[in-house]
T-cell receptor
Framework: DVKVTQSSRYLVKRTGEKVFLECVQD?????MFWYRQDPGLGLRLIYF???????EKGDIPEGYSVSREKKERFSLILESASTNQTSMYLC????????????FGPGTRLTVT | GNSVTQMEGPVTLSEEAFLTINCTYT??????LFWYVQYPGEGLQLLLK?????DKGSNKGFEATYRKETTSFHLEKGSVQVSDSAVYFC????????????FGKGTTLSVSS
């Protein structure tokens, strides 16, 4: 079975802190994605990566950055957390030619106070 | 631009009832269409897909038919179970290289015994 794991299920941070969310997949997928999920807004793509050290902005990249130093790991970084970044963050991965068949992790619920 | 519109929930049904969750889309060209499901506490999973007009995707008793004339991809199940309680997301992918999934806002289904 494909496994996508995320470093924390729940995280509480203070405004202005630098926050790292980690995602690891074990299926040798080329593509990895970060989404945020908010009630009434569904899933919105923040960033995706199609290879090591490669990244593309999604729909809402402002306030976020990403890092992909190894194929299996994709990190989302909140440089200076703000309260409007309180959300559920979902990581996903897929094979290169199968963008649609994404495997999701369980999510990290981040609260910024 | 490309977008997906789903019926708002929550949808509340008794066990063995018939389910329909409406989904319509706006896209240029001929997108591929998908339904994802998110069970409580878990990540999203691909439920079914259809890649061209009149295709019917099916899985676990769920079905959806790609209707180009009405730009719709409604999800149906003849007899729901309590274990079907989840959030259902309709999604599309424009058939262009390098594009990502576009998700609807999700519809919560609650089935009681």
């Amino acid at each position: 079975d494909v496994k996508v794991t995320q470093s924390s299920r729940y995280l509480v941070k203070r405004t202005g802190e630098k926050v790292f969310l980690e995602c690891v997949q074990d299926m040798d997928h080329e593509n990895m994605f970060w989404y945020r999920q908010d009630p009434g807004l569904g899933l919105r793509l923040i960033y995706f990566s199609y290879d090591v050290k490669m990244k593309e902005k999604g729909d809402i990249p402002e306030g976020y950055s990403v890092s992909r130093e190894k194929k299996e790991r994709f990190s989302l970084i909140l440089e200076s957390a703000s309260t409007n970044q309180t959300s559920m963050y979902l990581c996903a991965s897929s094979f290169r030619g199968r963008y649609y068949e994404q495997y999701f992790g369980p999510g990290t619920r981040l609260t910024v106070t | 631009g490309n977008s997906v519109t789903q019926m708002e929930g929550p949808v509340t049904l008794s066990e063995e009832a018939f389910l329909t969750i409406n989904c319509t889309y706006t896209a240029t060209g001929y997108p591929s269409l998908f339904w994802y499901v998110q069970y409580p506490g878990e990540g999203l999973q691909l439920l079914l897909k259809a890649t061209k007009a009149d295709d019917k995707g099916s899985n676990k008793g769920f079905e959806a038919t790609y209707r180009k004339e009405t730009t719709s991809f409604h999800l149906e199940k003849g007899s729901v179970q309590v274990s079907d309680s989840a959030v259902y997301f309709c999604a599309l992918m424009a058939n262009q290289a390098g594009t990502a999934l576009i998700f609807g806002k999700g519809t919560t289904l609650s089935v009681s015994s």
